[in-house]
């Protein structure tokens, strides 16, 4: 312990320490000064920083009316500066103060680009040092699972390769501007229904494989000052206060450190939640204080465990004092550039039939852009995540701009309202692109229809953004459709368009990003995250959402998103791992540096990578791996690797990916322990999980385990496992008086037959005297009397 720290803690009284591991208000931490401890300001933020004048610097004099103003505002449409100008509380985004609106996670992590997620992770931290704040709440990764969830556009993706080493850039860049993460939220929060009163019901191995391993990678690479418990139940534990997941898991499996804190009233028995090694309780309430400071008079929370959380605690004030820079002014410019360049980098083209885009004034000179979103960009979800944007890229005003004088750009709203069409909008919409020689159509999933406490009621766009398509597709053959939504939609106007833009929720500088590739001033390279079902019903957890009795059984275990689709052999409507460019690129020449491995070792998988297209751009390749056949079920191929790759046009690299053996292990419920199976595994590589031209075997070399035999296995399973078959071998010769070698003959021979448990076959059909005890000690290697 810090002597320092040590000496506070020891002058401090016990209602002085319950103050110290309760928020002080809404947005702070306690301010003792009368031993030296001095608050910090925490804030939402996965993707902006959401500064609440009125609440952090309103001298504590919050109210509920207030929280919730913030955390419900609409989030989309209208920039700071028109904001400003309408004035008063009834302003769009008026509770906070501007920032940069960088692309939500479900647009983001499409980018596959962790360096420049790390200058993303930059410039928040500038923007936190500008306005004061200590604490940054995010990112949030938790899976998505099931596209229905509300807050899917907060988080990264389907598998938690990608969603680890993306929030690692992101907390990276954020810390090393001397700003704390907040990693969120821990753990299996993977829908808002009901989430303060929902059990996630889940099998360990699914739960460690899937739902706690991008977090497991994410603290590993980047150590975020802070992690955040979840609201939900897990396998019937309130997440605040569960000591496996923070304190068997998260400290001492995975050897953190840094301090954990509830998500705001996540905390449901303070007292519980302290002694499960939740350090801070969010934000202040008196019941909590009150609750835990009688729980250590009473001696049923011992002062060690308080003092343990206050080490904690101020080790993270001192370290987010440390690091404060108050004269750091955030460059908003600079950041709504780098903003546009993460929007163009996530942009996904999904669909480009006879090569529509880009747009060329020798063949589509005349443009119309048709749909309300062109006007009013959709680039953010609702909830506590929502950031006022310093600035806002409309992508009509940014298609005039890069139209210039060579394009001829008309303009009509076709569907003004998101819930009535309008037949004279529609009908002028239709008229504007008949007159045209391409229409480029902006379409949304519903305004706020995804958020916190609630989810998705379904996967379909706006219904009259829908009607708007196909009215203007019966006029005009080459419709390009960009579309903006939290998580994947179902399509079934596809067959409508030639061309599709998913942007997800893009951020502020979506429009400028969407303008530059219809131009194609920019390259897209974006890739999907998640796998885009065709239907609602097939996703994999159909079946199982939202639940029943406040139960919610996480029923395709390991199979979530593309290891469902591979399993089930069914074809997605697009892939996990897929987006198209505008330039074409080839694989060649796999190799791997070593074809056997022992489980300490890193294999290194090189090939070479080629741009045969015309023009320049980005390539994101894509390492899966396929395991042995062995004791466990495993999905098709699992992702374990990726890069994103610039290559000028006619360009050849060869590019290099490494593969740590202890990376393809598996967690064995029965063992309680990860391990890598030994045998022949194969590497594929591409540019999708579905296109994969390339693939290497090798051998990994490591002792076999396997869970400890009983009675009742049969003699088929004791031969799997050869010493404990050595054993029982011996321990028959020494009870028949027959060598070894026959004893052994005869059982392998006569095992296929034998369908009932060693006991039986070795007592009733062997007729050997053998008690229960003494087998069972002889198969765990144990002396028996």
């Known amino acids: 312990m810090n002597r320092d720290f040590t000496s506070i803690i020891t002058a401090m009284s016990a209602e002085e320490k319950v103050a110290l591991l309760t928020g002080s208000g809404l947005w702070r931490t306690a301010n003792l000064p009368q031993h030296g401890i001095r608050d910090i300001v925490m804030t939402d933020g996965t993707y902006g920083v959401r500064y609440s004048s009125a609440q952090i610097d309103g001298s504590e004099k919050w109210s509920m009316d207030d929280f919730i103003s913030v955390i419900t505002q609409t989030a989309n449409q209208a920039s700071a500066e028109e904001s400003a100008a309408k004035g008063g509380s009834e302003a769009l985004f008026s509770a906070s103060l501007p920032a940069t609106c960088f692309p939500n996670g479900s647009s983001l992590a499409c980018s596959w680009d962790s360096e420049l997620v790390y200058q993303m992770g930059q410039a928040l931290g500038r923007e936190c040092q500008h306005m004061g704040v200590g604490i940054l709440l995010g990112p949030g990764i938790n899976i998505r699972r099931t596209p229905l969830a509300g807050r899917g556009y907060e988080y990264y993706a389907e598998d938690p390769v990608v969603s680890g080493d993306i929030a ?34 889940i099998e360990e191995r699914a739960l460690r494989e899937i739902y706690l391993a991008g977090f497991q990678r994410a603290i590993a690479k980047s150590q975020p000052w802070t992690v955040m418990s979840s609201y939900n139940r897990l396998n019937g534990v309130q997440t605040s206060q569960d000591p496996f997941l923070l304190t068997q898991v998260l400290r001492e499996e995975w050897g953190y450190d840094g301090l954990v804190m509830s998500d705001w009233y996540g905390v449901k028995d303070r007292p519980a939640s302290l002694l499960a090694g939740n350090d801070l309780a969010m934000p202040e309430t008196r019941r909590d204080k009150q609750t835990l400071l009688a729980a250590i008079e009473e001696g049923t929370v011992p002062m060690a465990v308080v003092d343990r959380a206050c080490l904690r605690m101020l080790t993270l004030l001192d370290k987010v004092h440390r690091h404060r820079r108050p004269d750091v002014q955030a460059d908003f410019p600079a950041h709504h550039a780098l903003s546009q360049q993460l929007a163009a980098e996530s942009i996904v083209l999904l669909k480009n039939e006879h090569d529509l885009l880009p747009l060329r004034a020798e063949k589509t000179r005349r443009i119309a852009v048709l749909g309300k979103p062109a006007q009013e960009p959709v680039i953010q979800g609702s909830g506590c995540a929502t ?22 750009v008309s303009w009509a709203v076709g569907a003004p309202d998101d819930v009535h069409s309008d037949e004279a909008a529609l009908a002028q919409a239709k008229a504007v692109a008949q007159e045209a020689d391409v229409a480029v159509i902006f379409v949304s999933t519903a305004v706020g229809e995804d958020g916190e406490n609630g989810d998705r009621q379904d996967l379909n766009i706006l219904a009259v953004h829908e009607r708007l398509i196909r009215e203007v597709a019966s006029v005009q053959p080459n419709v390009v459709v960009v579309l903006a939504n939290s998580d994947a939609v179902v399509m079934p106007w596809l067959g409508e368009c030639k061309a599709l833009l998913e942007t997800f929720f893009a951020g502020q500088g979506m429009g400028r990003a969407v303008a530059e590739i219809l131009f194609g001033l920019r390259n897209p390279s974006g890739k999907l995250t998640v796998t885009v079902p065709n239907t609602l019903e097939e996703t994999p957890a159909w079946l199982h ?61 090189s090939f070479d990578l080629s741009n045969v297209g015309q023009i320049d751009g980005k390539e994101v390749v894509q390492l899966y791996v396929s395991a042995p056949q062995g004791e466990l079920i495993r999905e098709v191929r699992a992702l374990k690797g990726f890069d994103k790759i610039a290559l000028a046009a006619g360009e050849t690299r060869r590019v290099t990916l490494r593969l740590p053996v202890a990376e393809l292990a598996c967690y064995h419920p029965g063992l309680a322990d990860w391990l890598v199976t030994p045998g022949t595994w194969q590497v594929q590589i591409g540019g999708s999980s579905r296109d994969l031209p390339f693939q290497a075997e090798f051998t990994v070399d490591c002792p076999a385990r396997h869970v400890p035999l009983r009675d009742d296995n049969s003699l088929q399973q004791l031969i799997q496992q050869p010493e404990a078959f050595a054993r029982v071998v011996q321990l028959i010769s020494d009870k028949s008086h027959l060598p070894a070698d026959r004893v052994r003959e005869k059982l392998i021979r006569l095992a296929p037959d034998l369908f009932c448990g060693l006991l039986i076959a070795l007592t009733e059909f062997l007729a050997l005297d053998i008690e229960r005890d003494e087998l069972n000690a002889v198969l765990a290697g144990r002396p028996y009397p």
């Open 168 to 201: 690692a850039a992101l907390i990276n860049g954020l810390q090393d501007e001397g700003v704390g993460a907040s990693l969120k939220h821990f753990a299996a929060n993977n829908s808002e229904y009901r989430r303060t009163e929902m059990d996630s019901i």
């Open 387 to 408: 950031t006022v944007p310093y600035l806002l890229d409309r992508p009509l005003d940014e298609i005039f701009d890069l139209a210039g004088d060579d394009f001829s």
């Open 545 to 605: 959402y939202p639940g029943e009795n406040l139960r919610h059984h996480y029923g395709e275990g390991l199979f979530v998103g593309y290891r469902y689709y591979d399993k089930r052999r069914l074809t997605p409507l697009f892939p996990f791992g897929f987006g198209l460019s505008y330039t074409q690129f080839t694989y060649a020449n796999l190799t791997l540096e070593a074809t056997r491995l022992g489980a300490e070792d890193t294999l290194a998988v």
